[in-house]
């Protein structure tokens, strides 16, 4: 096979499957994994790929392409969301004090906590998640103050920062923009890091719920390392090769299919 054939080959099979590693390219097209590194890295150049580490994602994941609206985002990949809300609601303990994050996500983990109550106290800066959970008697509701994030309907700066940094939870749970084994835990807006930040050390464990689109983005701003999550739950379409790095850095990771598949756990 000529290299230009190769290359677009290459291209075909990262857009047919959604990924593709360097060790099955390398069997698929019968050349060595450093010929395919090699050819990964000249297409990332030019934009015909997302190189992750150990493989390579379609294109349209763009390093950094900013974020719609909470309200634009309701509705992408709703049934992967609800599956993972489900998958987070049930590990949350009758009587345990938790933090939902904003997001699109999280906002399904509250719909399921909502329509499954149990006795909780859940502290949230988001209104949409204020919103799910207010007129649910089981639930204790503490709504952080700060300034408003209309774009996210999010409560940020520094009286949220104050206001968490005075309370310890059992579970922080929280999405994220962009999910990277090297460049950790990122997000678009650079004035909402440190509200994040103090979020994070809210104390207990720190749950990052994202579907498989946020797995190989990094966006602008670094909020913590990857190993700042105790456990990450994405759906069975996440990058495996991305995957497998983020196990190895000794975070727990869960798959989550559909209600044949279950969960798969590390």
């Given amino acids: 096979m000529l290299r230009q054939e190769r ?149 940020v700066g520094h009286l949220a920062e104050a206001a968490v940094r005075g309370i310890r939870v059992d579970r922080v749970i929280m999405g994220m923009r962009g999910i990277d084994p090297e460049q950790g835990l990122t997000s678009d807006y650079i004035q909402e890091l440190k509200t994040d930040q103090a979020i994070l050390g809210m104390g207990g464990s720190v749950i990052i719920v994202a579907d498989h689109t946020k797995f190989g983005h990094i966006a602008t701003s670094r909020t913590a390392p990857v190993e700042a999550a105790s456990l990450i739950i994405t759906d069975v379409q996440a990058p495996r090769p991305m995957v497998e790095a983020i196990r190895a850095k000794g975070v727990e990771v869960v798959l989550v299919g559909d209600t044949a598949e279950g969960a798969e756990r590390a």
Wanted: with cysteine; hydrophobic share 45%; aromatic share 2%.
């Fill in 7 to 155: 290359l677009h080959r290459i291209c075909d099979l990262i857009e047919a499957n959604g990924q593709a590693t360097v060790v099955g390219l390398s069997h698929e097209l019968g050349v060595s994994q450093m010929t395919i590194r090699r050819d990964l890295q000249e297409l990332d150049a030019h934009g015909f790929v997302r190189r992750i580490h150990g493989g390579a994602l379609p294109p349209e994941r763009q390093r950094n392409r900013m974020e719609p609206p909470v309200l634009e985002r309701v509705q992408e990949n709703a049934e992967a969301k609800r599956a993972l809300g489900r998958a987070v609601a049930d590990l949350i303990v009758e009587g345990e004090a938790v933090f939902l994050g904003s997001g699109t996500t999280t906002l399904a983990v509250a719909a399921e906590l909502a329509a499954g109550p149990k006795l909780l106290t859940v502290f949230t800066n988001a209104l949409t998640i204020a919103n799910a959970l207010a007129s649910i008697p089981e639930i204790t509701l503490v709504v952080v103050g700060g300034f408003l994030r209309r774009s996210e309907l999010s409560l």
